[in-house]
């Protein structure tokens, strides 16, 4: 389940109908928490409050999968240009996943150690300097990954 928005967050406005999830602030950072399935259906729904989140100067955004049961090649490209577009904004971008089937996908498609997924929001939130290293991602979002040493 998604993290319940902190006392802190604020909602912002943003083009992501409810279904789909939905998009708010908290520590300076653009959350956009996205539900149930992410498919070429929702792709349309879903770009544009990813396209919002990311065009302001230094964009923070975390993209959380938690509530998310399917991804399909759609939703990859969806990922993958969002974090393009913070990236290319000198800005910072976390994935939330903890789902199996999502983080399989992300290694078939060599995208694991791209994304580095923390297993919760508060990962995302721990610190606002530290991003982990891919391989402190691969431990905290998938436990049955083998250590790195």
């Known amino acids: ?5 902190a006392p ?4 912002v406005t943003a083009l992501l109908p409810e279904p789909c999830g939905r998009v708010y602030r908290r520590d300076g950072r653009t959350v ?6 992410i498919d070429i259906a929702t792709a349309a729904l879903i ?12 964009p923070q955004l975390v993209v959380d999968l938690t509530e998310v049961s399917f991804l399909d090649c759609s939703g990859l490209t969806l990922l993958c240009r969002a974090r ?13 996943c903890g789902c199996p089937r999502i983080l399989r996908l ?15 929001p508060d990962e995302a939130f721990r610190s606002a300097d530290a991003v982990p290293t891919p391989d402190e991602a691969v431990r905290t979002a998938d436990p049955l ?4 040493f």
């Open 1 to 5: 389940m998604t993290e319940t928005p």
């Open 145 to 148: 990954a083998p250590a790195v």
């Open 106 to 120: 992300l290694r078939a498609g060599r995208l694991h150690d791209v994304f580095g997924p923390v297993a919760t």
């Open 8 to 11: 802190t967050a604020t909602p």
């Open 84 to 96: 393009r577009r913070v990236l290319d904004r000198e800005g910072r971008f976390w994935l939330v």
């Open 32 to 37: 956009v928490a996205l539900r149930d399935e």
């Open 47 to 58: 770009a544009p409050a990813l396209d919002g989140a990311t065009s302001d100067g230094s």
